[in-house]
């Protein structure tokens, strides 16, 4: 019999926590899940899925544009908002559902409820403590705004996925991947957009590249791109719409407002300090190798760890801490080339180490990239380009890093990560057949070594 009521008392029903709960508890520990909102966090709620989703509907106005040219005429389509958001939150709801039951499903007690932690092995949760041999702390993350006059007009992607109704027009503030995924959403949506940030090119700490290209296509579908820019102060004029005022005096006007400038990790009230949990300076909890904290019962991951805040890196963390817990096999994360994806329209998606990042590492490397139209906008008449890279180490010849802009870039590169996973050197992409025709086969056919 346990001195504990549980094995592992997980606070956080998000990507990890749900992950962890689960597989340790078919390695067969006892296992409670404490989520205050929503099963399934983040990602399913206000984050991966409800975004790709909107994503989608936004590319459709690309899509009806493009049939033409292939034969397909009828009248003007018209976008209904209240349809996306209504079938949106069916599909999330379900989804709610299916996370619920998968715990249930593998004996994981559920508590509808907030949980703090009191001390090394207890737990509050609705009024109750609970002892825990380990207590995994899932928290993630959220939206912050910076403050200044009128901050509080302003919205962060999590109200951007329950709008009432579609402004005419929209200012989003960032230039990460979420801000470049709303704009791109609202500007497909036909709503007037404009994307400010206030550095020189968006999706920093990607290959610059990236940045640079994205920013022209989005510009060239419609987006206005300020660049060194920022809001100075919002006003709420009669009838809801927002008066902007830009650092440099400029002036505008939206019915939206949505800061992307970053999100901070929840571990604020949660009994952190009182447990003895050591902070980061931005808040964040920090861990071992093996996602330990501080205090050795107590575990974290996913984002309230702010390294590599995407789902995928969540679950695994979340199988790694189940392995190493509860399967007598200490597991370590890889969190090398890790692949990720920016559904911005076009989608962008990378691999492995920037030209930049490979240079500071002090790889000598061979640029190989191509810029071209896809076969099908030459009937769709879409100037729409398609962008690929591979930074190759030029002593090794061993790929170091894939990118890519265009259609479906997510799927594509999905596949070039297990090509790096496996060390895939560049002879061993050119003698790949390509698939014909195909974007992807340009991968396995660039040739000529980029020179300035
Ligand atoms: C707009 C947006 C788009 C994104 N798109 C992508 C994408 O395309 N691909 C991708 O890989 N990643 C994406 N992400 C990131 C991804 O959503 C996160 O990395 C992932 O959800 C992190 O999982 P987590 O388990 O760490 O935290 P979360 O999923 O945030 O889960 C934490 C959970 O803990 C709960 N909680 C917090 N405090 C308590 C408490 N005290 N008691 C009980 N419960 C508590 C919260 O309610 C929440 O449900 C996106 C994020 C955003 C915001």
Not at 66 to 85: N, R, S, V
Not at 180 to 189: K, M, P, Q, R
Not at 424 to 438: E, L, V
């Amino acid at each position: 019999m346990s001195q504990y009521d549980y094995d592992l008392f997980c606070i956080g029903g998000g990507s990890g926590g749900v992950r962890a709960s689960r597989f340790s508890a078919n390695y067969g520990a006892k296992v409670a899940v404490a989520e205050e909102k929503y099963f399934g966090g983040t990602c399913v709620n206000v984050g991966c899925i409800p975004k790709k989703l909107f994503s989608y509907a936004a590319h459709f106005r690309d899509e009806f544009h493009d049939a033409a040219g292939f034969g397909w005429t009828g009248p003007e389509p018209d976008f209904h908002w209240p349809t996306l958001l209504q079938n949106k939150n069916k599909e999330i709801a379900r989804l709610n559902g299916i996370y619920e039951s998968m715990l249930a499903k593998a004996g994981v007690g559920i508590f509808k409820a907030r949980a703090t932690l009191l001390d090394p092995h207890s737990v509050e949760c609705g009024g109750k403590t609970y002892t825990a041999r380990h207590i995994l702390v899932a928290t993630g993350s959220w939206p912050t705004i910076p403050r200044f006059p009128g901050c509080e007009h302003a919205i962060t992607s999590n109200e951007a996925f329950f709008l009432d109704g579609l402004p005419k027009a929209a200012v989003v503030v960032g230039g990460g991947y979420i801000a470049v995924e709303f704009a791109s959403i609202f500007n497909g949506l036909g709503v007037e957009t404009t994307l400010v940030y206030r550095g020189k090119r968006v999706l920093r700490g990607f290959d610059a590249d990236l940045g640079t290209r994205l920013a022209a296509e989005m510009a060239k579908k419609g987006v206005t791109i300020k660049f060194e820019s920022d809001i100075a102060a919002l006003e709420k004029k009669a009838g809801g719409t927002l008066a902007v005022t830009y650092q440099d005096g400029s002036r505008g006007e939206a019915g939206l407002v949505m800061y992307a400038t970053g999100r901070k990790p929840n571990t604020k009230n949660l009994g952190l300090e009182k447990a003895g949990v050591e902070l980061a300076d931005d808040g964040a909890i920090k861990v071992d190798d093996y996602l330990a904290t501080s205090v050795p019962s107590i575990h974290a991951l996913g984002d309230v760890t702010n390294r590599i805040n995407l789902t995928p890196v969540a679950t695994a963390e979340g199988m790694a801490l189940a392995k190493t817990l509860f399967r007598a096999q200490p597991t370590l994360m890889d969190y090398h080339d890790i692949p990720t994806a920016i559904f911005a329209i076009p989608n962008v998606a990378t691999v492995g180490l920037s030209e930049e990042l490979a240079a500071a590492r002090g790889f000598t490397v061979d640029i190989y990239k191509t810029q071209f139209r896809a076969l099908k906008h030459t009937l769709s008449g879409s100037e729409e380009k398609t962008f690929m890279k591979l930074v190759v180490d030029a002593a090794t010849q061993r790929v170091l890093g894939v990118h890519m802009m265009g259609a479906e870039a997510g799927e594509i590169i999905q596949g070039m990560a297990i090509a790096l996973k496996c060390g895939a050197t560049k002879a061993q992409f050119d003698s790949t057949i390509g698939i014909h025709p195909t974007a992807a086969e340009e991968f396995v056919t660039m040739r000529e070594k980029f020179t300035q």
